[in-house]
């Protein structure tokens, strides 16, 4: 079966959701561990080009997923329901979440 747009949008959301919220805890994580951070410049040459990979591959991935899992009927059917709309919201309030916590962490860590 193939997905409907509802259900893909839904994985979209989710994903995305998903995204900022592991991509908002490794920047606290790196803001505190120097180890960590070193670990990401290795990689790349810059801690902040390894982070950006990583947003693009998490997202990809859990798209990938979703996608894969949509193709069950189950869970294609729970996608649908009231799903968009609370996945959107989630998604905006996840954003806000981690964009103020790390505003937090930020001024913790560097006034």
Same mark, same amino acid.
């Given at each position: *079966?193939?997905? $409907?747009?509802? %259900?893909?949008? =839904?994985?979209?959301? #989710?994903?995305? =959701? %998903? ?9 606290? %994580?790196? +803001? ?8 990401l %410049? $290795? @990689? ?6 390894? *982070? $950006?990979? !990583?947003?693009?591959? #998490?997202? #990809? ?11 069950? +009927?189950?869970?294609? +059917?729970? /996608? ?6 609370l996945? $959107?919201?989630? @998604?905006?309030?996840?954003?806000? !979440? /981690? =964009?103020? @916590?790390? !505003? ?8």
């Amino acid at each position: *079966m193939r997905p $409907s747009g509802v %259900v893909r949008f =839904t994985s979209y959301c #989710i994903a995305a =959701t %998903v995204t900022i919220f592991l991509i908002g805890l490794l920047t606290i %994580v790196h +803001e505190y561990s120097g180890q960590f951070r070193q670990i990401l %410049v $290795s @990689l790349t040459g810059h801690h902040w080009t390894t *982070m $950006s990979i !990583l947003t693009g591959l #998490i997202f #990809i991935g859990l798209i990938f997923i979703f996608s894969v899992a949509s193709r069950s +009927e189950r869970i294609a +059917e729970w /996608m649908k329901a009231d799903k968009p709309f609370l996945w $959107s919201v989630l @998604l905006v309030i996840v954003t806000f !979440l /981690m =964009t103020g @916590l790390n !505003l937090v962490v930020y001024i913790l860590h560097y006034f």
